[in-house]
């Protein structure tokens, strides 16, 4: 049973799809179907990168399931070990995820975009203000990405930001013409998983770690973060040095 989410593979890319016509908005079974497939992510070694999109070419989701909120679901259900749409909170998941923003995506769609590490394309609202809703993640996490006015003036007015502006304020990475944010997706994601694989959730772990963390402790922390200890006793970084001293490819093996 899919629960409105298609999950596929592509050798250690793993693809997800909200699909719940019409505009693929997120209920309380699709959100626990969610949370189970990034655990799974997490926890599966054979895949390193995931990618995330919407059903379609009009939206990516426009997030809680208003219709079935209507029916009784309520705001503070147990959406999930993380959270709504099982990125708004996931534990230790060091992974990287992108975003194939395919079309709109407001309310809680726009909360699982702020929970991926990279976003092709944009068009975003969060208009939790029209209907009484409090966007807890997007209130927590919009502040930490963007400007203090800019972000209190979207969230107070639930406007719309198209994807320009969304590039100019580093909520988008890159802006794409219709219909290719997934191949531009699946390109990034090639290119990462191609990579070093012991060197992605190192830089995971850190950058969550010290998010609001003085310098100089985040130096300390560095020293104490597992993930990060690996990557410097590991044979790839042997390999790493090994390969541009004799002005080759690196190969990796994540050890």
Same mark, same amino acid.
């Given at each position: ?24 908005? *997120? ?87 702020? @929970? ?62 219709? @219909? ?7 390109? *990034? ?67």
């Amino acid at each position: 049973m899919s629960d409105g989410v298609i999950v596929t593979k592509a050798g250690d890319i793993l693809e997800v799809t909200i699909d719940r016509p019409k505009a693929n908005a *997120i209920d309380l079974a699709a959100s626990r179907r969610l949370n189970e497939i990034f655990t799974s992510f997490r926890d599966d070694v054979s895949l390193k990168i995931a990618i995330i999109t919407g059903a379609g070419d009009r939206f990516f989701s426009p997030g809680w399931d208003l219709k079935a909120a209507a029916a009784g679901e309520k705001s503070d259900e147990d959406w999930g070990v993380g959270g709504f749409g099982g990125l708004n909170h996931p534990r230790n998941l060091n992974k990287p995820i992108i975003s194939a923003v395919n079309g709109i995506a407001c309310g809680g769609g726009f909360e699982v975009v702020l @929970g991926t590490d990279i976003i092709v394309n944009a068009k975003f609202a969060l208009p939790e203000i029209n209907v009484g809703v409090l966007p807890d993640a997007g209130t927590v996490k919009l502040r930490r990405r963007i400007p203090y006015h800019v972000a209190v003036e979207f969230l107070l007015t639930g406007r719309w930001m198209d994807a320009t502006e969304a590039k100019h304020w580093g909520l988008a990475n890159h802006v794409v013409p219709k @219909g290719q944010s997934m191949a531009k997706a699946r390109e *990034i994601a090639r290119q990462l998983a191609d990579g070093p694989p012991l060197l992605f959730p190192a830089i995971k772990q850190l950058l969550r770690h010290t998010e609001m963390v003085p310098e100089h402790e985040a130096f300390e922390l560095h020293d104490s973060l597992d993930l990060v200890q690996q990557v410097i006793r590991s044979e790839d970084l042997k390999e790493g040095t090994r390969a541009f001293a004799e002005k080759r490819k690196p190969r990796w093996t994540g050890r």
